[in-house]
Nanobody, 124 residues
Framework: QVQLVESGGGLVQAGGSLRLSCAASGRTFRSYVMGWFRQAPGKEREFVAAITRSGGSTRYADSVKGRFTISRDNTKNTMYLQMNSLKSEDTADYHC?????????????????WGQGTQVTVSS
């Protein structure tokens, strides 16, 4: 089992940047595929980005491709999401998640553990 805690959210102007972090407990962080999802008020949770266990492969939603970068540091049990060129439509609660699958998955059902989320608000 793993516990996940997100941080780094906040209020930023459109065009600005934020870096989210997801700290994981336990010694098995490197055994999980990790992902970021977001949920805006009144909308379903949507996939943002995911990264393989080694960090060697990533996948992004089309809406964030070229603006967001997912990464992980297995020595620090931490995953990151660098968000640049933020837009008002990026406003949402951002959650990190851990999956026991061996391949990257983009559906929330593929993830076993979730953090509580961190709020990102982009003002236009």
């Amino acid at each position: 089992q793993v516990q996940l805690v997100e941080s780094g959210g906040g209020l930023v102007q459109a065009g600005g940047s934020l870096r989210l972090s997801c700290a994981a407990s336990g010694r098995t962080f490197r055994s999980y595929v990790m992902g970021w999802f977001r949920q805006a008020p009144g909308k379903e949770r949507e996939f943002v980005a995911a990264i393989t266990r080694s960090g060697g492969s990533t996948r992004y939603a089309d809406s964030v491709k070229g603006r967001f970068t997912i990464s992980r540091d297995n020595t620090k049990n931490t995953m990151y999401l660098q968000m640049n060129s933020l837009k008002s439509e990026d406003t949402a609660d951002y959650h990190c998640a851990a999956s026991t699958t061996v391949v990257v998955t983009t559906t929330p059902l593929g993830y076993n553990y979730w953090g509580q989320g961190t709020q990102v608000t982009v003002s236009s």
